[in-house]
């Protein structure tokens, strides 16, 4: 019977020890302000934590430090709340027992994003609960704008703190600071990290790592085994985690982990966002650049030789080291079990996924893979990198094809695109564009390019190719036939038209247009200027040796002439894109051209001049009597003046 008492007397005191009770900290109100002794702040202004300093509420202390904006009780319109600012912290410490539970009630749940610092946080639809055994437990706020809290109800017990076991390392035990040191360790060292790393990926035992190191290099690194939490992507885990080295099939790794804390903070997406390495496949396929461990993006690639088993080969086209067009290839498996798009083998698609390295092979473990959306022909154009496989996503309308090049001149019409490319800086709208043009190498295909030659327009995301000369005159070689878009309505392209006798020009390369001006022969060489000074623009002519026996017919006639503009040396690229891209180094940047006319559009002609009188002026005029410098589509009326000597006559010509 004294046993049993003694046992009765354990329990109930087992039980009294443990007994809970909780504590309030409400800053919803001005009564409960003041009541944590708090001074209460008027409309529009906060009373700040860290300088009115901890305050004790029944032996739970609260403190905080200050984030991007002091940690502060906040009145907006007598809605009071306490608002933790990014990086910014709250602790609850007591001095006695244990904080067994939080819950923390929100006032606003946007931007409700809290960690702690030991135990298990989760929240959903505003009220965060908190789980542990602590004498204190700090929140931080990571997220963005602030965490505008409502209450702090705390649990706390009498009972003595349970405490994380004492920490077991061996005082002697190997200390490692950076990931770039772990492949030098020798296999089964066990070591202790001592220093931050935040979380690239995580799949199921698979804990891939990030580093950032003091010289500004991100290194990468691996933990095989379950290291007792589930972490957020971009989550910071502290210095202290414990694991060993290991190298498996040529992977060097971190195994049996340990001691692995609550996230520290949660980064910004750009800084777990995969690496974007499109056009670089064979640099990071090479085992000795060292990209194993990397999460990495690749767009305008090919999937090919699927197998039931998850396996895959990735190929892209892009120029090595001496501008040379390569094929590179990279192996895949299917590590994640994800779903694999129907492959069409003429597609190209955009590929995420962690690198790592199999018997000296670098392969890829894919996340995501998507078929290419395609691109707007000016992204193309303004963003493209040569070598690198695109998908265009506008009607593009064929202006003119060139049979010796196999060569087709598109052009997507477009006179105003939505500008998005630094819509992450707030800058997106629609813009007034000029039509960006594009050539279409056939390869050296015949067939194709008698079916492109003899199209009006091509079908959106059909018209696929690698990239070359994006800065001079841009071409896509093809990779597949392009559809032909059926019963459309063609519009009316816009050619622009450049006189040269003025002596101006601002196409851009493989552009096709009109080239106006008086054709002569100068010193042998085939040109259009000015009929009166003949000033020749300093411009080469790559005239087809039929058209120039044509117009060699009515020398010093006016022409306008349908041409491809082609440049002859790369332009600068211009700083502020999309602007155009200009020679800046060169006065005369507008006579960096070749211009290479395929048909005369129209040519006038004065072939009646009366003795002793000089054509002096030749104007077209239309029906409406608007007059134009040049030859307009339709009808015009020739105006001709000639000079006697004394006076100045006009002849109407229909």
């Known amino acids: 019977m004294n046993r049993f008492f003694s046992l009765f007397l354990m329990a109930f005191t087992a039980f009294f020890v443990l007994q809970a009770a909780e504590v309030t900290f409400d800053f919803s109100s001005a009564q409960g302000i003041a009541a944590m002794g708090y001074v209460v702040p008027d409309q529009g202004a906060g009373t700040n934590l860290t300088v009115a300093g901890p305050v004790t509420v029944s032996g739970v ?29 709250i602790t609850l410490t007591v001095a006695e027992g244990s904080i067994t539970g939080v819950t923390v009630n929100a006032a606003n749940t946007a931007n409700f994003d809290l960690l702690s610092d030991v135990g298990d946080y989760s929240a959903a639809d505003g009220v965060g609960t908190w789980t542990g055994n602590a004498s204190s437990v700090t929140f931080t706020h990571y997220g963005t704008k602030n965490a505008q809290v409502a209450s702090l109800v705390v649990t706390t017990s009498e009972g003595t ?14 200390k490692l600071d950076s990931i770039q040191n772990l492949a030098s360790l020798e296999d089964g060292t066990e070591f202790q990290f001592t220093s931050e790393v935040y979380v690239n990926y995580q799949w199921n035992d698979y804990l891939w790592v990030m580093q950032l190191a003091q010289d500004g290099e991100a290194y990468a690194g ?14 910071v885990i502290p210095a202290g985690w414990t694991g060993k080295k290991s190298t498996y099939k040529g992977l060097v790794e971190v195994i049996e982990p340990a001691h692995f804390a609550n996230a520290k903070t949660i980064l910004e997406w750009d800084m777990y966002s ?33 197998d039931n088993r998850g396996n895959f080969t990735i190929t892209s086209v892009e120029a090595d080291e001496s501008g040379n067009m390569i ?13 694999y798009p129907e492959v069409d083998p003429s597609e190209i ?13 670098i392969e890829m473990y894919p996340i995501t893979i998507t078929n290419d959306p395609g691109a707007k022909l000016w992204k193309v154009l303004y963003e493209g990198e040569d070598g690198t496989q695109y998908k265009v996503s506008d009607t593009l309308y064929v202006a003119a094809a060139v049979e010796a090049s ?14 998005d490319t630094y819509a992450e800086w707030g800058y997106a709208e629609w813009m007034d564009w000029y039509p960006d043009w594009i050539a279409l190498d056939c390869a050296g295909d015949e067939d194709l390019f008698n079916v492109l030659a003899h199209a009006d327009a091509l079908t959106p995301c059909t018209v696929k190719g690698v990239l070359h000369d994006s800065m001079t005159n841009p071409r896509l070689v093809l990779n597949s036939e392009p559809a032909a878009l059926e019963d459309v309505e063609l519009p009316m392209l816009t050619l622009f ?12 390369g493989h552009e096709v247009g009109r080239a106006d001006g008086y054709f002569f022969f100068k010193d042998g060489v085939p040109c259009l200027c000015s009929e009166l000074d003949t000033v020749v623009v300093k411009l080469d002519f790559d005239f087809a040796p039929e058209l120039e026996a044509q117009m060699a017919e009515k020398e010093g006639c006016n022409y306008s002439l349908l041409c491809v503009f082609t440049l002859n040396e790369p332009w600068e690229e211009n700083a502020y894109a999309p602007m155009r891209r200009i020679h800046t180094t060169d006065e005369d940047y507008y006579t960096n051209y070749t211009i290479h006319p395929l048909a005369v559009l129209s040519c006038t002609a004065v072939d009646e001049i009366e003795a002793g009188k000089q054509v002096v002026d030749v104007k077209y005029v239309s029906p409406a009597g608007v007059v134009s410098k040049m030859p307009q589509d339709g009808v015009n009326i020739v105006v001709k003046t000639h000079n006697d000597g004394s006076r100045t006559t006009t002849k109407r010509l229909n």
């Open 497 to 508: 038209q450049y006189n040269l006798s003025e002596d101006y020009i601002a196409a851009l």
């Open 349 to 361: 698609y955009g590929i995420e996924g962690m690198l790592t390295i199999y018997n000296g092979v």
């Open 61 to 89: 202390t609260l403190s905080a430090t200050d984030g991007a904006t002091p940690t502060r009780i906040w009145n907006s319109q007598d809605k009071y709340s306490l608002r933790i600012y990014v990086d910014g912290t």
């Open 222 to 235: 691996l933990i095989y085994g379950n290291p007792g939490k589930e972490y957020q992507l971009g989550a």
């Open 406 to 419: 196999k060569l087709v001149f598109v052009t997507d019409n477009v006179d105003r695109i939505y500008y």
């Open 274 to 306: 995969a690496f974007d390495c499109t056009g670089g496949l064979s640099e990071i396929a090479d085992p000795e650049n060292g990209w194993q461990n990397y999460k990495v993006f690749l767009d305008g690639v090919k999937l090919s030789d699927i």
């Open 327 to 339: 094929e590179a290839t990279m192996p895949g498996f299917n590590k994640f079990g994800i779903d």
């Open 161 to 174: 703190v349970i405490p994380d076991p004492d920490d077991p390392i061996d005082p002697n035990i190997t």
